[in-house]
């Protein structure tokens, strides 16, 4: 794997850094190619959280445009299915829970990657920038699937079609994001909530996450999926040990 991507492992955590922080780094072949190769180990690795951050002030500046200076010669829609298609729909279809770490500006795919993220993190010191318009092209990275799922239509509208950047604090504020915290505290906040996670059963975390990021649209399929997950659950040692735990503190404390 090239130094633009770096993937980092802590037992059953991984830290996928994109790493070109003199372009705030924007997603160049060397680093598309990173990512995809990443993919790729945590699709074998499978592990129970994976962190995604951008090295330096960004998290990422979406495309690099300096690589689309002969825009004519080159087929976009081709980039979106070898590239951002594989890229986003790879990191759904994980176990893992995945934490976006926003130390900065996230801008075009790099704030569609940051938002696919089941948990974001962002400093206060952020913004999310979506200039689609103003490039001449349609928002991508599914942000504008994404996006309405976590403001709302009305909002999500505004949003991509004014293109006005969203600090991180707004983004808080309206659910886009889960938390903006100080600058200097984002690392503590994002170690909170990755020791809070790793504490959980694995298994019941990636079926969370597959419930809560293709919810069933009919009500009784829905209730299909969560039955075949809790059924399988139930049997776990992790839910027997569990409760057998609980009764035995309520025993000592009675
Ligand atoms: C960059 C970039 C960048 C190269 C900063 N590329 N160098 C598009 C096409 C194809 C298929 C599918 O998908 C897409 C989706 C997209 O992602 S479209 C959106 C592409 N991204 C943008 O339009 C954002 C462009 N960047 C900016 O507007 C600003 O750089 C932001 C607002 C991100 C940050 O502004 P500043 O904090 O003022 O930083 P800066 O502009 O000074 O940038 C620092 C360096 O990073 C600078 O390089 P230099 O060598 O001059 O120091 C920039 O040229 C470079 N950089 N973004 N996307």
Redesign the pocket.
């Given at each position: 794997m090239s130094d633009t991507v770096l993937l980092q492992w802590q037992d059953d955590v991984a830290t996928l850094t994109l790493n070109r922080p003199?372009?705030?780094n924007?997603f160049n072949a060397e680093l598309k190619a990173g990512l995809l190769a990443a993919l790729g180990d945590l699709k074998r690795e499978r592990p129970k959280v994976l962190v995604i951050t951008g090295a330096g002030r960004?998290f990422a500046?979406?495309?690099?445009?300096?690589d689309?200076r002969n825009a004519s010669n080159v087929d976009?829609g081709a980039?979106?299915a070898e590239f951002?298609a594989p890229l986003v729909t790879g990191l759904a279809s994980l176990p893992s829970v995945t934490v976006a770490r926003v130390p900065g500006?996230a801008?075009?795919?790099?704030a569609s990657l940051a938002l696919s993220c089941d948990i974001v993190i962002a400093s206060d010191e952020a913004k999310f920038?979506f200039?689609?318009g103003k490039?001449g092209?349609v928002p991508?990275?599914a942000i504008t699937r994404t996006l309405p799922r976590l403001v709302g239509t009305a909002r999500a509208k505004a949003i991509l079609l004014l293109g006005a950047p969203v600090s991180a604090t707004e983004a808080a504020s309206v659910g886009m994001i889960w938390q903006a915290v100080p600058a200097a505290d984002l690392d503590e906040c994002v170690a909170a909530c990755v020791d809070g996670l790793s504490s959980q059963s694995a298994a019941a975390l990636a079926a969370t996450v597959e419930m809560l990021r293709e919810p069933s649209p009919d009500l009784a399929e829905h209730f299909h999926r969560e039955a075949r997950h809790q059924a399988r659950l139930g049997k776990s040692e992790y839910y027997q040990d569990s409760v057998t735990s609980f009764l035995n503190r309520t025993r000592h404390s009675s």
């Open positions: 003199e372009k705030l924007a960004a500046a979406g495309q690099d445009l300096e689309r976009l980039s979106i951002y500006v801008a075009g795919a790099g920038v200039p689609f490039i092209l991508d990275g």
